[in-house]
């Protein structure tokens, strides 16, 4: 015990201007890991950090986006970009090349044939092309719009075509002669699907409405979203339908009229209003339009309604603010489930599993599994912006991206090796660093290896520590990161050969950041009345009687204490029947949220010492009693202190002093010095004097009558010794009484009478 006492005794003499309060970094939630940055790691609902599958890269385009997927017949994977046009072949090794490069500059849609054809949708000034396995292409259909987001290949060989700025859906036949199969008066058409049955499935957008299309012009409304665009749809072996729905509030309240841009071409304004019927159900619904927000280079897929931004999953419910995503299930009896809602991730894409879901997001293009107990896991991590599509080539699910436009391959089985950076931590405050400990499970021949580093700007930058040495001790290695505003840590996974993967369960970093002084913002001297013998407590008691006036002094945020220069000297007074008490009041605050004590001093004009009034105030007011101040002009000053949640060595303190305030409890001394009279005219005369304040105010009554101004002999009241001559006219024969009255600046009333007989 002895080494360690006094270990703790030199690390305390050490700390400088570090506080008492320690802080603790824990991380052991889906939330709290969902932040960072993974490399064939995963994350479980549970919190739990493990080796995920390998996310190899399969193929490059040097595109700035893959905007569509599409795959053969013999597991070949085709590819469309955007904004220059081009279509990639991909074989299931990986090996890549260009196949077609289209007229126009977007491929939004692709769909393979059953002969080894493909069929590419391009944007704008809408076509689809029929490209054979040697890359020759032929216009194969013009629906006449400008975009088509969506194509699909039906059960008898005939290729839907989803459109856009019109809503409608073409059936295209083995010739090319297409013709409207449904007109489903939305504005588009964003994604389609076939049943085992041949019904089509269609998702429209700004409604975000799932159609089931029987047949020409006869169709279904079998989902009504709460989101504006139905993304996404896939259908499962055994009926069950999936849909990613998009576009929350934001998107909903999108400005009718204006347009949009798609790559480097303006999408014209929509229609102001829509009427959506389901033929033959008897049922229409209406409402406003909202054009699917275009993408932007390099940064948003075909359609999509709102920008992407970083997030937190949030599986099967939702966070508060506006809903920007949701994952449904449609089960074969029509019944609807919710899966998965976010307020921060856009859903892009699917993919059905044996064992559930695959979906992908905008946030750093994220691939989460959702199981069949509703459990979410983030499998993986492109790092790019977006994931856009997921497929299959052969059995290996394959994802493209953007803004680099990569095909990517995830593994099947756990990595041998990945790695997790936590998001970076802000201490507030220039901080010392604890031991970092952490809870995990590492079978025999795994490891999970622990490093630090630590910066003082936000984001990891060359002006960072590097990487420290690693990290041994899971119940508490000391970080070498030197003291500094933020941190981060990283750790490594590195599995057996035989066995589970190490599994990362709760991760906890103590800090104490260095101790910041307290500020006072403001100080408020006010008087306050109350009745004679009841005087008054704390700065509420002024609601027994109206202030004059207060006085108030704020901290300009100069580093010197000091006066502000701009407030005039004010006076606290009281009335004749009531007793004055002067209430002292302050605001102060403490960047670390310490507790603050606060001591007050006083100093009068022309002394050089400040006394003490009271100290170890836990308050922020002060009320001084009746009368310990005589008339004159007084100073106080507030010192805050952390003291009391810091040690000695290492409390902060601030003060601020307030603008000068007069004390004047003395009325003026008003005496009348003479009395004229000329027939019915007469003048009294008075002078009036003050030994405090300057006089303010002056009026004077005529046998008890009205009161009526006066001004001095001078003509202005500017100093604290006036005369005053009253002169009165049409007087009535008898004997008249003059009464004046003066006020001094603290309001205090002087009166004196003259009888002109």
């Not at 009348?672 to 009554?701: C, I, K, N, W």
């Not at 009205?706 to 010794?721: H, K, M, Q």
Request: proline share 8%; aromatic share 8%.
């Amino acid at each position: 015990m002895k080494p360690r006492t006094a270990g703790f005794c030199f690390w305390l003499g050490a700390t400088g201007l570090f506080g008492a309060g320690t802080a603790v970094w824990e991380m052991s939630t889906f939330k709290d890991f969902a932040g960072g940055v993974f490399r064939n790691v995963s994350l479980s609902r549970e919190g739990r950090l493990a080796l995920g599958p390998e996310l190899k890269t399969l193929f490059a385009s040097e595109q700035p986006l893959l905007w569509s997927m599409a795959r053969g017949s013999d597991g070949t994977v085709y590819l469309g970009t955007g904004h220059r046009g081009r279509v990639y072949r991909v074989d299931r090794n990986g090996a890549g090349r260009l196949l077609w490069t289209a007229p126009e500059p977007e491929v939004f849609a692709l769909a393979a044939g059953p002969d080894g054809t493909l069929f590419a949708a391009t944007s704008p000034d809408g076509k689809v092309y029929k490209i054979t396995p040697a890359g020759e292409a032929t216009e194969w259909f013009r629906p006449q719009t400008r975009y088509i987001w969506a194509l699909a290949m039906g059960r008898d060989g005939s290729l839907y075509v989803g459109t856009g700025d019109g809503g409608k859906i073409f059936r295209v036949d083995g010739a090319g002669k297409g013709e409207v199969y449904f007109d489903t008066r939305q504005v588009h058409v964003t994604s389609l699907a076939v049943e085992r049955s041949g019904a089509l499935l269609a998702g429209t957008d700004p409604n975000g409405i799932l159609y089931r299309v029987s047949s020409k012009d006869k169709a279904f409304v079998l989902y009504d979203a709460t989101l504006a665009e139905i993304r996404a749809i896939e259908v499962t072996d055994d009926g069950a339908i999936y849909g990613a729905a998009m576009g929350g509030a934001a998107s909903r309240a999108a400005q009718p009229g204006a347009g949009v841009t798609v790559g480097d071409t303006v999408v014209p304004p929509l229609v102001q209003s829509i009427t959506v019927t389901a033929s033959g159900e008897g049922s229409s619904t209406q409402a406003p339009p909202k054009p699917p927000e275009a993408p932007k280079p390099g940064v948003q897929p075909p359609g999509a309604p709102s920008p992407p931004a970083a997030a937190m999953p949030a599986p099967v419910a939702s966070f508060p603010g506006a809903q920007r995503s949701a994952l449904f299930r449609i089960n074969p009896d029509n019944t609807v489930e919710t899966l998965w809602t976010s307020t921060e991730e856009n859903v892009y894409a699917l993919l059905p599993q044996p064992d559930g879901v695959l979906f992908s997001t905008d946030d750093h293009g994220r691939i989460y599994r959702l199981d069949a107990g509703r459990q979410v896991t983030l499998v993986a991590q492109t790092g790019e912006e977006e994931t856009t599509r997921l497929g299959l080539s052969g059995d290996a699910v394959v994802a493209s991206t953007s803004t680099l436009g990569k095909l990517y391959r995830l593994e099947t089985g756990p990595a041998a090796a990945g790695s997790y950076e936590a998001p970076v931590r802000d201490t507030g405050s220039v901080s010392r660093w604890g031991r970092l400990s952490w809870k995990a499970q590492a079978p025999a021949g795994a490891a999970i290896e622990f490093s630090t580093r630590s910066g003082n700007s936000a984001r990891p930058d060359h002006t960072w520590s590097e990487w420290s040495a690693p990290l041994a001790n899971a119940d508490g290695s000391p970080v070498a990161s030197p003291n500094a505003r933020f941190i981060q840590w990283r750790a490594q996974f590195r599995g057996g050969a035989q066995g589970p993967p190490p599994v990362l369960e709760s991760v906890s970093l103590p800090y104490l950041p260095q101790n910041t002084a307290p500020v006072i913002k403001s100080i408020l001297v006010t008087p306050t009345q109350t009745s004679v013998g009841r005087p008054a407590a704390g700065p509420a008691a002024s609601a027994s009687g109206p202030a004059d006036f207060s006085i108030t002094v704020t901290d300009t945020g100069a580093v010197s204490t000091s006066t502000n220069p701009g407030t005039p000297t004010a006076a606290l007074s009281r009335s004749a029947t009531q007793t004055q008490v002067t209430s002292i009041s302050w605001q102060a605050e403490d960047p670390d949220g310490d507790k603050l004590t606060a001591r007050v001093s006083f100093r009068g004009e022309g002394e050089n010492e400040w006394k003490l009034i009271k100290e170890n105030l836990a308050e922020s007011y002060l009320t001084l009693d009746p009368d310990v101040l005589a008339d004159g002009v007084y100073q106080v000053k507030v010192a805050v202190s952390d003291s009391g949640s810091n040690p000695q060595a290492t409390a902060r303190e601030a003060e601020l002093i307030s603008a000068p305030f007069l004390i004047d409890n003395t009325p003026p001394a008003v005496r009348a010095t003479g009395v004229e009279r000329s027939g019915e005219q007469a003048t009294a005369s008075f002078e009036a004097r003050d030994p405090a304040s300057m006089l303010r105010r002056a009026e004077y009554s005529l046998d008890a009558g009205p009161w009526a101004p006066v001004y001095p002999e001078d003509g202005i009241l500017d100093s604290r010794v006036e005369t005053f001559r009253v002169k009165l006219e049409k007087l009535k024969p008898g004997e008249h009484l003059v009464t004046l009255r003066v006020f001094d600046s603290a309001g205090n009333p002087g009166l004196a009478k003259a009888v002109i007989r």
